[in-house]
Nanobody, 121 residues
Framework: QVQVVESGGGSVQPGGSLRLSCAASGSIFSMDSMGWYRQAPGKQRESVAFITGGGSTNYADSVKGRFTISRDNAKNTMYLQMNSLKPEDTAVYYC???????????????WGQGTQVTVSS
């Protein structure tokens, strides 16, 4: 019953910025973790950034210092602020959320459909 939807992707020049959003909806009891992943053509999906329910964050070395993950619990929304974008950041970016649903406390693990980010001159 939990769903996530990404938005905010687009095309920018190197050095530009984008802000991705991931809106979660449904009978959410807890979001134990949320993260951003990306997949470029011909490559495996990789972790970009991660945030726990307590606000602890982790970043891939390739984006550390350039990307910032955050959340707005009132809106059930997670963000990825991407600055100083590079061509190698080009990929489809996916949102993932894990936690438990209300009442039954069943586990969920959901993925969004992805949003395209293209960085080129």
């Amino acid at each position: 019953q939990v769903q996530v939807v990404e938005s905010g992707g687009g095309s920018v020049q190197p050095g530009g910025s984008l802000r991705l959003s991931c809106a979660a909806s449904g009978s959410i009891f807890s979001m134990d973790s949320m993260g951003w992943y990306r997949q470029a053509p011909g490559k495996q999906r990789e972790s970009v950034a991660f945030i726990t329910g307590g606000g602890s964050t982790n970043y891939a070395d390739s984006v550390k210092g350039r990307f910032t993950i955050s959340r707005d619990n009132a809106k059930n929304t997670m963000y990825l602020q991407m600055n100083s974008l590079k061509p190698e950041d080009t990929a489809v970016y996916y949102c993932n959320a894990q936690g438990r649903v209300r009442s039954t406390l069943s586990f969920y693990n959901v993925w969004g459909q992805g949003t395209q980010v293209t960085v080129s001159s």
